[in-house]
Each structure stands twice: as C-alpha cells, then as structure tokens.
C-alpha cells in the first residue's frame, strides 16, 4: 500500500477528472488560435470553461480568467505587468520562490513584511506601497493568512493599491479570497490533470482591462508564455467545479483526520530526547496541511525512510526539494538553522482516508525507533 501525502506538491487526480481530460484530448486537439471552425470552437468551449472556473470558485460567473499552464508562468506574466513592474511591491520573505524571485526582478522597491511565529501577517503591519502580493496558505507551514483584514488594511493605507493572491494552495479547498483584485490558481493543487492554471480577476478591478490587454501581448508578441493545451484549461475547470461542489464537506473531514494525526504525533518522544511539535495550531492553518518539527531529525532522511515503507511525505516545498539550504519560510518565522532542517509537510488531500493516516503514524513511529 503506498500512501501518497504530498499533495500540497501535487494532488491525486480525481478519477472523474481523469476521464473528462481524456476525453477532451481525443475532442479538442485544434489550436485555439487557429482561424477554422475547431480552433473557434476551441475558443468558445475555453469562454465557457473561464465562467465555470469563475462560478465553481468565486460563486460569481463574472470573474475575468487569464490561463496559463502554470502558477510560475502566471506569476512571471503579472510582475511583466504595467501593473507590478517599476512598482513599489509589498510582500513576505514566506511566498512561493518563484513568486519572490519575479517580484525582486520586476519592482522598483520591494518591502518585505515580518511573520509572527506562526507565519501569519498583522494587518496592523502593512506599510503603504502600490501593490500587496501575498499567498492565502503558505505552502509548507500551511498558514492561512487573514485575507480579509489585511485588505482592509492595505486599502485604508494605499487607496489605489492592488491586492493580488496566491491561492494555488487554497483554490477549491477554502473560502476564496473575493477580497483580492487579482487571484492566482492552479488545478494541480485540488486534482485537474493535464497541468493549467489560472489568473482570476475582479469584475470591478479598474486594472483589469489593462491585465487582460497585457497579457495577449505578452504571449503572442512578446513570446514570453507558452500557449496552454485546451484540454488542460478544461479539466481544471471541470475539477474546480468537482471540488468546490463538496468543499466544506471535504474540509471537514480531512480536518478531522488532520486532527487524528496531530493527537497521536504532538510531543512524541524523539532519539536525543527531543519531541515532535506542530509549528502552526490547527485553528491558523489548513487542514490539508500540517507541518512538524523533529529537532534532531535530519529531515531528507526521513522523508526516504517514510519512502521506504511506502509513505510519501515532504521535508518542504517541492520547488526546493534539491536546495541544501534549511527552510527559508523556517528560518523566517524565527527557527534556529537545526530545527529549520527537521521540518516534515504531510499534505493531505481530497481522497486521504483514515487508513493512511494510521499508515503515516505507525511508519512514522517505526522511522523514528530506526533513526
């Protein structure tokens, strides 16, 4: 039995998705640039698909899609953007690389915020600038930022700000951030096959046109972006819908074994005389996530021992997973270079079940006897 638990590096594909994206492959093949009827009906079946996506999420069909075929390639998009680039860029040193990386490159001033220990931003906090970027779940500690105030917050502070989130941890599984202007998705995260991601716009965002007009510059003439393969952008709305049609069901089971777990791991004796904590409470982050922390533990060494025994977990985020640097979102929430090399992400997902939670314990226990 291999128990898959990283899922906040890429989720299970719901079977139904499966099957519809498959489906679709053998349907939609056309370019949906091209000018002959399939590429317009390519065309048409992408506008209705960015209305389902709009709906399954938001609840509101009238939010404005740009595809992509992933969060990076949409975050390079945005911070090319007349919207972000030359601007003064307020953000957190806890977001996604990639989404730093476009942001350190693209902004004329960027002001990193400081996360308490739980990772969360205070609203009370916020500096005035011309954009906040930040992420609604952080990936690896599973933090759930309080959107809502800090919007408040940012727009008392910075009237013509723009808010743009990153939800690719969040899309499908939590309330969306409506708050936000622009929102960042991606359906590897709640189950889509085939890749693809999307940028979600306010209908009343007075920067959208400008967005959307970029954005077809970007990729058609700029060449910056590859052309997302239709099925892709299909199954990822399809898979929205999936999941968002059950999401507070799901959230609170998965909750509940996201719980079992915390019970049984919280302060468990560790070789060295140390013990297991969990670095965020269960009220401030996702269920789909928790985070540990084994000081003393090598944690690439137990991610390949839980490997062994057929339990797939994560020492952080996939993206850094070759980087022989301790946790940056660790070390920036104030843990010593040690502990920040003991953290272990389980990320759990739709389809995670009793059974392999009980798998992760017992392999976990046996891991740690063996260490």
């Known amino acids: 039995m291999t128990v898959y638990l990283d899922q906040a590096a890429a989720a299970r594909p719901a079977p139904e998705a499966i099957e519809f994206y498959f489906a679709r492959v053998r349907e939609n093949y056309a370019n949906q640039e091209a000018a002959h009827r399939l590429g317009h009906d390519a065309r048409q079946q992408l ?217 049984e791991l919280e302060n468990l004796p560790l070789p060295g005389g140390g013990r297991i904590r969990c670095t965020v409470p269960p009220e401030l982050a996702s269920p789909y996530l928790l985070h540990l922390l084994l000081p003393g533990i090598q944690s690439g060494v137990m991610v390949r021992m839980l490997s062994a025994a057929g339990v797939m977990a994560a020492a952080g985020s996939a993206c850094a997973s070759e980087s022989r640097e301790p946790s940056a979102a660790l070390r920036a929430i104030g843990l010593n270079r040690n502990d920040a090399y003991s953290g272990l992400r389980i990320g759990f997902g739709f389809d995670s079940t009793a059974e392999e939670a009980k798998k992760l314990v017992e392999a976990l226990k046996d891991a740690l006897k063996n260490y």
């Open 47 to 263: 506008d209705r698909a960015a209305e389902e996506l709009s709906l399954a999420l938001t609840g509101d069909p009238g939010w404005k899609v740009i595809w992509g075929g992933c969060g990076t390639e949409l975050f390079n998009l945005f911070a090319d953007s007349p919207l972000a680039a030359g601007k003064c860029a307020i953000t957190s040193p806890l977001e996604h690389p990639a989404l730093l990386a476009v942001l350190r490159r693209s902004a004329a001033e960027l002001r990193l915020l400081r996360p308490d220990r739980c990772g969360r931003i205070l609203p009370e906090e916020l500096p005035a600038g011309d954009l906040l970027a930040l992420h609604q779940v952080q990936s690896e500690l599973g933090t759930i930022q309080p959107i809502g105030p800090l919007a408040e917050a940012f727009r008392r502070n910075s009237p013509a700000g723009i808010l743009f989130v990153d939800a690719i941890q969040g899309a499908a599984k939590l309330p969306f951030p409506r708050e936000a202007d622009i929102v960042a998705v991606s359906g590897r995260k709640f189950g889509a096959p085939g890749g693809g991601a999307a940028l979600l716009i306010r209908p009343a965002f007075r920067g959208g046109k400008t967005l959307l007009e970029f954005a077809r510059r970007w990729r058609h003439e700029l060449y910056r972006g590859c052309r997302p393969e239709v099925p892709a952008l299909l199954a990822l709305a399809f898979a929205a819908g999936l999941r968002a049609a059950k999401q507070e069901e799901a959230a609170r089971r998965i909750g509940e074994l996201n719980a079992a777990v915390r019970r």
